[in-house]
Structures are given as structure tokens and as C-alpha cells.
């Protein structure tokens, strides 16, 4: 490919393209900081010096012997952030939050360029083109779809694949090779399209083209797996200028808690009857790990009598600490002598 890219038969590799990057998590980089000969070396020098006449591997093996490495890649300044945790969405966005930067990655702002910040069509499903920061950050720092996950260093998004009609996760260089179709134009539930004779797909060059439904690989599931949770928050999301939700993407992590507070007016759908203010909600509450009945309720736990007779005990949280110098607490929903079901909210 390169010869040809030389002679000019075949356009370059594009260097901005996600099928040729990797998804590093922290876990990631600590593995390939402990396996460089420097640290090996010296790790291997230690156990070897401290294993005589020792019988415990954890006398054998000390954590002080490996923790300081692992503490330095958390402190590393390219991707070190305290999060403020003013509420659970910031709590989530902190989660979902990527970027070039670091190692293995872009090493100076310096060197980002203005190409490396500009949307690419390969994010289309793997990163929200909307959600980055303001000012010089803008561009190389990015936040995860709600639906994306990871296998090893490569990230998967959800898409239907239209000759089975199964959903299935789908890595950037499986979308690059295949055809894929914007979502709306397929009906899973009867396996049908809309207009089997123009069904519009993403092409090279970030535009779009029409072709025949039997030619479609894939079509993603729905537009709302193109962006963050903290986006999809937005009422109308698809009606506002890209400007706007830029913007918007960042006010609800941004909220601080109210002791009065009231339930949102509007909120954006995912899916039935079920809101993203319900899918961050469900992430914070405490359910019955057993059918059984309600024994003891206090600030800190609520002890539920299991039909077995075991008694399990739910942790909740009780003005526990945040950064940002405000606390968290559960209310519970249920009392002494309430009958549970298993997976039933209970505080």
C-alpha cells in the first residue's frame, strides 16, 4: 500500500482514522509499564532479594515492591484528572472521558493539529462529536457513547447486521470494510426497509450516498448511540446547532445538588417508557440482592431476611464525602416488615 500511495494508485492511509488506534484503559498502561526491562528488571531484583527465607507469597511479594510504578501512571500529568463529582453525571462523564493525549499517544498540545481535532467520520457510533471541552482542549478530548464497550484495545459499538438481523458489536475496522446504513431506514421488528431501493449509507471522503438494501452489511441501531449520556440528556437533541450542544453536553454535569429538588419536566427517551434521567438514576440506586422481608432499616444499611433464612445486608450511602465538598446520601423506600422481591428498589 505504501508504494502505491507513493505512486499515487491509492489515496494514504488516513493517520486520523480510528481502525488504527488503540483503546488504552488505565489497566493497560500500568501491564505494559511493569513489562518494560527497566521495571521488570528492577521488580524481578527485588522479589529475588526478599524471597530467602520466606514462606508466604505475601511476604515474598510486598506491595511496596511494585506500588509505587502503578501509583506513577495515575499521576502521569497527560491524563491525570481529580474529578469534581458534583453530581452522578459528572461522576459518569469522568468514566466515559478519552483523549489523544499521553502515552503511546500525542505528547505535547503543541503537536496537535488542526486536522487531528476536526470530527472524523470514523466516530460515527465510537465517540460523541459533540461532547469535548471548550477552549484548547477542544477536539482531542472526547467522551464514549452510552452503548460503547471495549474488547482488549479496541473499541465496539452496536449495530444490526441486516442479512441476520441479529445486533452485534462491531470494532471501526469492521465498519470501515463494511457497508453501513444510518439509522431509521430499518425495521427490525418485521425485517424490513423503509425504501429498499435507496437506502443512505456513509462513503468515503465524510459523505453519504445511496444504494440497494441487499449491498447494506450493517445499519447502526439508533442515532442516539452517537453520543454521551451527558448529550442525550438534552431535550431535542437532533433540532439544536452543533454549537448549542456543545455547550449543553457540559451544563447537567455542571449542576449542583438541591435539597429540594423536583423531577425534570421533559426528558429524552431511550427507549418504551424508559428516560436517560432513569438510566443514570438506576446506576445509583440500591436494589434487594433476595426475596425476602425487610428486618432492620438504618442510616447506613438495610438488612433484608432472605426466604432462606439468610440475613443479607445492603450498604447505602450516609453523607458519604465527594470532592467538590458535598455529600451523598440514600433515601430508603421501603420499612421494617415490607416484603421484597429480588431486583426491587430499595433505596
Known amino acids: 500500500h505504501v508504494l502505491e500511495s507513493v505512486k499515487g494508485e491509492k489515496e494514504p492511509h488516513d493517520r486520523n482514522a480510528l481502525e488504527y488506534?488503540?483503546?488504552?484503559?488505565?489497566?493497560?498502561?500500568?501491564?505494559?509499564?511493569?513489562?518494560?526491562?527497566?521495571?521488570?528488571?528492577?521488580?524481578?531484583?527485588?522479589?529475588?532479594?526478599?524471597?530467602?527465607?520466606?514462606?508466604?507469597?505475601?511476604?515474598?511479594?510486598?506491595?511496596?515492591?511494585?506500588?509505587?510504578?502503578?501509583?506513577?501512571?495515575?499521576?502521569?500529568?497527560?491524563?491525570?484528572?481529580?474529578?469534581?463529582?458534583?453530581?452522578?453525571?459528572?461522576?459518569?462523564?469522568?468514566?466515559?472521558?478519552?483523549?489523544?493525549?499521553?502515552?503511546?499517544?500525542?505528547?505535547?498540545?503543541?503537536?496537535?493539529?488542526?486536522?487531528?481535532?476536526?470530527?472524523?467520520?470514523?466516530?460515527?457510533?465510537?465517540l460523541d462529536p459533540v461532547h469535548t471541552p471548550e477552549g484548547e482542549s477542544v477536539g482531542y478530548v472526547y467522551h464514549l457513547p452510552f452503548t460503547v464497550t471495549s474488547k482488549g484495545k479496541t473499541l465496539l459499538t452496536r449495530a444490526i447486521n441486516t442479512k441476520t438481523n441479529k445486533l452485534e458489536r462491531i470494532d471501526p475496522a469492521t465498519f470501515s470494510d463494511s457497508v453501513v446504513a444510518f439509522p431509521g431506514q430499518y425495521d427490525r421488528k418485521n425485517k424490513k426497509w423503509k425504501d429498499?431501493?435507496?437506502?443512505?449509507?456513509?462513503?468515503?471522503?465524510?459523505?453519504?450516498?445511496?444504494?440497494?438494501?441487499?449491498?447494506?452489511?450493517?445499519?447502526?441501531?439508533?442515532?442516539?448511540?452517537?453520543?454521551?449520556?451527558?448529550?442525550?440528556?438534552?431535550?431535542?437533541?437532533?433540532?439544536?446547532?452543533?454549537?448549542?450542544?456543545?455547550?449543553?453536553?457540559?451544563?447537567?454535569?455542571?449542576?449542583?445538588?438541591?435539597?429540594?429538588?423536583?423531577?425534570?419536566?421533559?426528558?429524552?427517551?431511550?427507549?418504551?417508557n424508559v428516560t436517560f434521567d432513569n438510566l443514570i438514576g438506576d446506576a445509583f440506586v440500591f436494589r434487594s440482592p433476595v426475596d425476602g422481608v425487610v428486618s432492620k432499616v438504618s442510616e447506613d444499611s438495610i438488612s433484608i431476611r432472605g426466604k432462606d433464612g439468610k440475613l443479607n445486608k445492603v450498604q447505602m450511602y450516609n453523607n458519604f464525602p465527594l470532592n467538590s465538598k458535598s455529600f451523598i446520601s440514600s433515601d430508603s423506600k421501603v420499612k421494617k416488615g415490607d416484603i421484597v422481591s429480588k431486583d426491587q428498589i430499595i433505596s
Open 196 to 272: 429498499p431501493k435507496k437506502v443512505v449509507v456513509l462513503a468515503e471522503g465524510n459523505k453519504t450516498k445511496t444504494v440497494l438494501a441487499k449491498d447494506v452489511d450493517y445499519t447502526l441501531e439508533s442515532p442516539k448511540q452517537g453520543f454521551s449520556m451527558s448529550s442525550n440528556l438534552i431535550p431535542f437533541l437532533e433540532t439544536n446547532s452543533g454549537g448549542r450542544t456543545l455547550v449543553a453536553s457540559k451544563m447537567a454535569e455542571q449542576a449542583v445538588p438541591l435539597k429540594e429538588r423536583e423531577k425534570p419536566l421533559v426528558q429524552s427517551r431511550v427507549g418504551g
Open 21 to 126: 488506534k488503540e483503546y488504552r484503559k488505565i489497566t493497560d498502561l500500568i501491564e505494559e509499564r511493569l513489562a518494560l526491562p527497566e521495571f521488570r528488571n528492577k521488580i524481578t531484583r527485588k522479589i529475588q532479594y526478599n524471597i530467602a527465607g520466606k514462606d508466604k507469597i505475601e511476604d515474598m511479594i510486598h506491595p511496596a515492591i511494585i506500588g509505587p510504578d502503578i501509583k506513577a501512571v495515575f499521576n502521569l500529568p497527560e491524563l491525570h484528572q481529580r474529578p469534581d463529582q458534583l453530581n452522578p453525571i459528572d461522576m459518569w462523564n469522568t468514566a466515559t472521558r478519552v483523549t489523544i493525549m499521553g502515552p503511546g499517544g500525542i505528547q505535547s498540545e503543541h503537536q496537535v493539529t488542526d486536522d487531528m481535532r476536526d470530527v472524523h467520520p470514523s466516530h460515527l457510533g465510537y
